[in-house]
Nanobody, 124 residues
Framework: QVQLVESGGGSVQAGGSLRLSCAAS????????MGWFRQVPGKERERVAG????????YYADTVKGRFTISQDKAKNTLYLQMNSLKPEDTGMYYC?????????????????WGQGTQITVSS
């Protein structure tokens, strides 16, 4: 079974930057969509960023577009989320997620595997 472990969360001042990492293990053969979600207090879970199974296409929520960058190092089995110009409204629990890809878009689809989450707190 796929296991995902996030790291890099913490507290930061508004305007600062953080980089989240997601270490993946337990993959079977095949390709996987990878992405980041966040759970903001008082709001439903939000898709933040995603990357296609081949790493050729990235997707971003409008709320983070231009500030966040998703990337991966397949040799290290690691997914990253570079978060710049952080705002207090970015505060929340961030989750790494994966889903086996058999065709179609990696955005706007359910994900079967989830990490435990890492907390991001942005203060003004």
């Amino acid at each position: 079974q796929v296991q995902l472990v996030e790291s890099g969360g913490g507290s930061v001042q508004a305007g600062g930057s953080l980089r989240l990492s997601c270490a993946a293990s337990g993959y079977t053969s095949g390709s996987y969509c990878m992405g980041w979600f966040r759970q903001v207090p008082g709001k439903e879970r939000e898709r933040v960023a995603g990357i296609s199974a081949r790493g050729l296409t990235t997707y971003y929520a409008d709320t983070v577009k231009g500030r966040f960058t998703i990337s991966q190092d397949k040799a290290k089995n690691t997914l990253y989320l570079q978060m710049n110009s952080l705002k207090p409204e970015d505060t929340g629990m961030y989750y790494c997620a994966a889903d086996r890809w058999t065709g179609g878009s990696c955005w706007g689809r359910p994900y079967n595997f989830w990490g435990q989450g890492t907390q991001i707190t942005v203060s003004s």
